[in-house]
């Protein structure tokens, strides 16, 4: 099967149901690693209910998943797909507990040429289910590896967000711990990649990696100490996927602050290499 070209982008999976208790927010809280300081002052609004559960914006990546185009449908090879970027607008604060609807689709397409590869970005938008109003756009961006050359456009003319050229003007430190992905797959994504050291090795890794949405919300994790710890003031949060983390390891995310924008890096220092590059918080 071979991308349909520009039939994809009339692919739909609307009017899914999705709903979750504060047992799944700090669940997640503690799957990108909130919690280690059980008296953390910063973390503990975050997995303790009492006396109001905080929710982490970028829980919104996992509360519906399951919905969207299927990589089958798109016709490209599972496989050699790799998660290139996050993208969520916040329009309302995420609750403690709620239920929306999922509609999702292919919004764009592009041809980097015969094996070269193709991108591809899906969009599913979360409407409260009691009101119908939005509470995220999240847009997912896929890299599929082994399936350029089917004839669309080349690229969007927008160049990717990039840090300022000057020093951060602050840099903070999140260890993983070495169980993080088996804590963190209990929100969703089941993937043997991040589980199974023979699906590992077969993908070329030494051993099972972090998720990639892992450290998206450990990114958010830093951007919320520059908030003062506010997650109602993130109204949207971007990353692009530059290198795996493996678990157990330090993450080093390094921020700018230029008014309502947030740019931030984030490195592993003891390999020496950038796992997130472009990020980009709006502050509201």
């Given at each position: 099967?071979?991308?349909?070209?520009?039939?994809?982008?009339?692919l739909r999976d609307d009017g899914r149901r999705f709903a979750?208790?504060?047992?799944?927010?700090?669940?997640?809280?503690?799957?990108?690693?909130?919690?280690?300081?059980?008296?953390?002052?910063?973390?503990?609004?975050?997995?303790?209910?009492?006396?109001?559960?905080?929710?982490?914006?970028?829980?919104?990546?996992?509360?519906?998943?399951?919905?969207?185009?299927?990589?089958?449908?798109?016709?490209?090879?599972?496989?050699?797909?790799?998660?290139?970027?996050?993208?969520?607008?916040?329009?309302?604060?995420?609750?403690?507990?709620?239920?929306?609807?999922?509609?999702?689709?292919?919004?764009?397409?592009?041809?980097?040429?015969?094996?070269?590869?193709?991108?591809?970005?899906?969009?599913?938008?979360?409407?409260?289910?009691?009101?119908?109003?939005?509470?995220?756009?999240?847009?997912?961006?896929?890299?599929?590896?082994?399936?350029?050359?089917?004839?669309?456009?080349?690229?969007?003319?927008?160049?990717?967000?990039?840090?300022p050229d000057r020093a951060p003007d602050q840099v903070l430190?999140?260890?993983?711990?070495?169980?993080?992905?088996?804590?963190?797959?209990?929100?969703?994504?089941?993937?043997?990649?991040?589980?199974?050291?023979?699906?590992?090795?077969?993908?070329?890794?030494?051993?099972?990696?972090?998720?990639?949405?892992?450290?998206?919300?450990?990114?958010?994790?830093?951007?919320?100490?520059?908030?003062?710890?506010?997650?109602?003031?993130?109204?949207?949060?971007?990353?692009?996927?530059?290198?795996?983390?493996?678990?157990?390891?330090?993450?080093?995310?390094?921020?700018?602050?230029?008014?309502?924008?947030?740019?931030?890096?984030?490195?592993?220092?003891?390999?020496?290499?950038?796992?997130?590059?472009?990020?980009?918080?709006?502050?509201?």
């Amino acid at each position: 099967m071979a991308i349909n070209y520009p039939g994809m982008l009339d692919l739909r999976d609307d009017g899914r149901r999705f709903a979750w208790t504060d047992r799944e927010a700090m669940l997640y809280a503690v799957g990108i690693g909130m919690g280690q300081d059980p008296i953390s002052p910063a973390d503990l609004p975050y997995v303790f209910e009492q006396p109001s559960l905080l929710v982490v914006p970028t829980f919104a990546a996992v509360i519906s998943w399951g919905a969207g185009i299927k990589a089958d449908q798109l016709g490209v090879d599972y496989t050699k797909m790799l998660h290139g970027e996050e993208d969520i607008v916040f329009h309302r604060p995420i609750p403690a507990s709620s239920s929306v609807i999922a509609d999702s689709g292919v919004i764009a397409a592009y041809d980097k040429g015969e094996g070269k590869g193709a991108v591809i970005v899906r969009e599913t938008v979360l409407r409260d289910e009691t009101d119908g109003a939005p509470l995220a756009t999240i847009h997912r961006t896929a890299f599929a590896r082994a399936d350029g050359g089917f004839g669309g456009p080349s690229g969007p003319t927008t160049p990717p967000h990039a840090a300022p050229d000057r020093a951060p003007d602050q840099v903070l430190s999140f260890e993983t711990r070495p169980e993080q992905a088996l804590l963190y797959r209990l929100s969703g994504d089941r993937n043997p990649l991040h589980v199974d050291p023979a699906v590992a090795a077969r993908a070329g890794f030494s051993r099972p990696i972090l998720h990639g949405l892992c450290t998206y919300g450990i990114t958010c994790r830093a951007v919320l100490a520059v908030t003062g710890n506010d997650p109602a003031a993130i109204r949207r949060h971007a990353v692009r996927f530059s290198s795996p983390v493996l678990p157990g390891e330090t993450i080093e995310v390094r921020l700018w602050r230029d008014g309502h924008i947030v740019s931030f890096e984030a490195d592993v220092p003891t390999r020496g290499v950038t796992v997130i590059k472009n990020g980009r918080s709006e502050l509201g």
